[in-house]
């Protein structure tokens, strides 16, 4: 009877702490919060790309973690041009390209072709602007409304 009881106790006791949402998981790490990607309250209504885990004004230092998010379209890697897919390219210290546009590569434009959604970039001490910009498979850039620019100082 009383392993009976046990066992039910038991059994209730697991069925209540699997009944309970899971906490969200952060950590830091050189100063930027890392966490799981989800887009800001205000771009629920307007689709866009945004940062995941630094805003304007941050003051980070480097090796600096860019989190990259997107409402409204699907991050697939590069290949093919189709509607309502595309990755996601970092422009540091520039601004956004034109819609239909190709995105350079270069030093000041990095490519995540293969569908990336995170990178460590190195950033040299002092104030940078970070223009992440959102393109079809072909790096055809949706222009200034799939953009956000913000402004971050890199610290010692």
């Known amino acids: ?12 006791l697991l069925f ?23 887009p800001p309250k205000d771009t629920s209504i307007h689709p866009g790309v945004f940062f995941v885990n630094i805003k304007e004004g941050d003051k980070l230092k480097s090796p600096v973690i860019i989190q990259m998010g997107v409402v409204g379209m699907q991050v697939e890697p590069a290949g093919k041009a189709e509607e309502g897919k595309g990755h996601h390219h970092l ?34 001490p ?8 959102f393109a079809n498979g072909l790096h055809q850039s949706y222009g200034k409304e799939w953009s956000k620019t913000i402004g971050i100082t890199v610290i010692k």
């Open 1 to 12: 009877m009383k392993s009976t009881l046990f066992i039910t106790s038991l059994a209730l």
């Open 91 to 124: 422009i540091i210290d520039g601004t956004y390209v034109e819609k239909d546009q190709t995105v350079p590569m270069d030093k000041k434009h990095i490519h995540f072709g293969k569908g990336q959604t995170s990178d460590t970039l190195k950033l040299k």
């Open 126 to 133: 002092g104030k940078h602007t970070l223009t992440l910009q």
């Open 16 to 38: 209540a702490a699997c009944d309970q949402p899971a906490k969200e998981t952060t950590t830091h790490a050189n100063d930027s919060l890392v966490k799981k990607q989800e």
